[in-house]
């Protein structure tokens, strides 16, 4: 490979001086290892072979002044929440919603089994259909009309009416709440981190 730069300047300053570890010290400068600038002021005794030596009270004083800080210190941030984005909020509301109603459907068919159980039907259902009963019909039956198929399938039109309906809700929430947040800039939250 051939180099068609042509000749390159040399730089004068390394080339016939020495290097920069190798420089003699200019006057005033004291002869010896290089030592940078401190960021803490020395103490009052000053410091020799890396311990300060004067009274007792000027070694607390620096012992004191360079001890790390022990308790745990808080970052806050100041946040707005300017926008909700109304696809992403009736996402999570129809799957929350969905998750209440079948809490909803599950809570209801386990509450009518421990009240089967325990008998409160066949009681209650006794003691009115003795109340509404005559000579002629034994009145209303309350088991009849409780029983557990009916109880779950009104449960479940309950828990898809309130799907439909958080669903829309909270959608409808969320674009009143964009109108809002134009107007006073929206909600400002504080958040706390300990380090």
Not at 103 to 113: G, I, K, N, Q, Y
């Amino acid at each position: 490979m051939t180099d068609t730069r042509g000749p390159q300047p040399q730089y004068e300053g390394y080339a016939t001086g020495p290097l920069p570890g190798e420089r003699e010290p200019g006057p005033g400068q004291a002869s010896g290892p290089y030592h940078p600038p401190q960021a803490y002021s020395s103490p009052a005794g000053g410091t020799q072979g890396g311990r300060p030596h004067g009274d007792a009270q000027d070694v607390g004083a620096a012992q004191a002044a360079r001890r790390p800080r022990t308790t745990p210190r808080t970052r806050k941030a100041r946040l707005r929440v300017a926008k909700a984005d109304p696809w992403s909020v009736m996402k999570v509301s129809f799957l929350l919603s969905i998750a209440l109603g079948i809490c909803t459907v599950v809570a209801s068919a386990v509450l009518w089994m421990v009240m089967d159980a325990m008998g409160v039907f066949s009681t209650v259902g006794g003691t009115i259909s003795e109340a509404t009963g005559s000579n002629d019909s034994n009145g209303f039956d309350l088991q009849s009309f409780l029983s557990l198929p009916r109880v779950l399938i009104f449960t479940s039109v309950i828990a898809v009416i309130d799907v439909v309906l958080a669903t829309a809700l909270a959608t409808l929430g969320s674009f009143i709440y964009n109108l809002s947040a134009g107007f006073v800039g929206g909600v400002e939250l504080t958040l706390a981190e300990d380090e």
